[in-house]
């Protein structure tokens, strides 16, 4: 009985083996090219459906590739891409952005894009390309812009009676419009800013710390012991204090809220239009009714500043598929189907084209949302040194910025211990 | 006469083992698989803590001594860490041990449908995975649209939202409030199981003497549960000094470091800042005083 089980067990054993050897010379007979592609669009609610139509008409235009996404959560990528390049497993291909870009960039296995671009760049907006290069190469090609605006609700702001026609335009003015906010509705909360201690959360107060006068971190060098540092640590304490903001939460985690007219002025990307509308089906006419977006209020330097979160796609050198995975690159971010689909349907992000490849998205691009940021909102965009160093000097920089929004510790030792974690990195 | 074939019999076993050393050798595949499983990777820990590795650079790991010891004796933030994971493994444990002794002592004379109903409601909160838990008490403190602040506004006892999770003073209060309603269930089946232990002569005998109510806990019930509140308090802090999911959840180790424990140092150190070197370093140190502690707590346990 025994010996008949175990020679049953062999032969299903060995039908499995040539089985899956028959569907491996399968896959490999039809000649298709497999490329991975790791991004966080498939893993998230909103954008899930546009990347997957958007692979399914690539795969449909080039029949001899097939895309397999792989989803990976954003607050994560950076992470397992780094991990699966030193365990020698990356993908073809990955979505990136902001720091996390320079991370990988740093294990030196991103392919330079130097000699892909083509004609590519002539299409490509000049900006759009000039942040992305490490040791003097490209290590990424621009795939969405997503810059970050002052967004206001203009009906929370005629209820506290405010011109919603005129957001505040400096600090001061915004401190004052907060107020106003607070007392006639006390069950909103008056600005959105993400104080989590995460690298992301670092570049978007970046622009804040900007119009105070402080650079907590240039190159190597660090300077968060400094009046202006002080000065934008008070700041917030101050909108801490009154209410105005609700520190610890996430900026994805104030986008349901602002749908829900419970967020009076968010600091977020262009994305946020895409989000507000596909939570509560708000018809663009109505939506352009219910909110606007312009430039950050100017702090005492007397300049507004932005950050730009746009996404970024990188090649891996270890893709035994360059070609195939550069065309599928090349198609998402500057392809006119691409472009309608993700950037501007749920992503409703900006395409990096220095002009729209056609009438359709000519019009598209047509919008209040989207000319007040690239008239207005993208000539402000600053950006930090990015790389290994900025992500180790977020954790002390924001955990210092916790500090002062959660505690009564003074402010200047504060400064001090930042400045003192920063030098010993 | 039967302990005496017993002694005989063990007898006969031990000449028997004594001329048949080879039988020591069957434990070798398990010391193998030991040595692969645990042994590896305290090694690697230990040879990587001496190097200056960062995972993201393009450069290879350079050996640096003591040098990264060094550094984490002088690291401000490492001994705030290892202050907070002993705030809160301790402090979590001694709290949810006595939630866990007074519904054991409570629910101990409750029988029937009454008493295993009552008993699948308190030990619920331990079949709720950790993260569940954590984002389940996050949405409650939340400052704004946040149960616990929206109860008592509505009571009456506060008239502002607690910032329970963004206030340096209480984020650690808060985060070890949802790690003991979490783990006081687990103290609480434990001990009810050895209350049920406990001998009934001892019991009635100390009935007879006419023993108060609380002469019978403290005399009586507490010294025979000694021994499972050890073990089980043994396993509970080191389980707390390794406890990531639900500090990750709530707090991510913030406000400033006010939650950081070792176990989120060194998850940042490692995979935000990837200084694989200096991670080690951590988590040496962190397993050399897990090991101290457990041994002390067995000589303790053996000393009884």
Redesign the interface.
Known sequence: MLRTIRVSLAICALAATLAAGFIFDAQAADGKVVLTFANWAAAEGTTKPAIEKAIAEFEKAHPDIEIKSEAISFSEIA?QL??RV?SGNPPDVAQLAGNDTF??A???RLEPLDSYLGDVQSRLKPDSIKDLRHQGKLIALPWTLAPAGFWYNKAIMAKAGLDPEHPPQTVDELTKAMAAIKKSQP?V?PLALDT????FALQSNWPWMATFGATPVVESKSQADTPEMKRYLGWLRDL?KS?YI???RKIGEFRPLAAQD?VAFVWDQVLLQGVIQSANKMSDADFYKRWGVTTQPAGPSGKAYSFEGGHQLVLFADSKQKKAAWMFMQYLATSPEAIKVYTLGPGSSLPPLAAAPNAELKAALDTPVYQSFLTRIIPTVTTPAFG?AF??AS?AIM??V??A???S?PIDPIAK?MQQ?LD?R | MMEAASAHATNVLRRKRRGTPWLDSMVAPALGVLAIVVGYPIVYTLVLSAHDYDLAGTEAPRYIGVANYHKLVEDPTFWKALVNSGIYAFGSVAVAALIGLALALLTEDLVGRKGRIARMLLLAPWAVPFVVTAFLFRYMYLQNGGAINAALIETGLIRAPIPWLNSAYLAMPAVMVANVWAMAPFFFLLLSAALAGIPNEVIESARVDRASRFDLVVRIKLPFLRNALLIGSLLMIIANFNDFAKIWAMTQGGPGYSTTTLVIYVYRQAFEKFAFGYASAIGVVWLVLLLGFAMAYLRALRAN
Do not use: F, H, M, W
Not at chain 1, 196 to 199: A, I, L, Y
């Open positions: 992470r780094v991990l030193r991370v990988v740093a294990t030196g069950d909360i989590t201690n995460r690298p801490a209410g609700d520190p610890g419970k290994p992500a180790s954790t955990a210092g916790q500090q929004v959660t505690s510790d211990s974690e010993r």
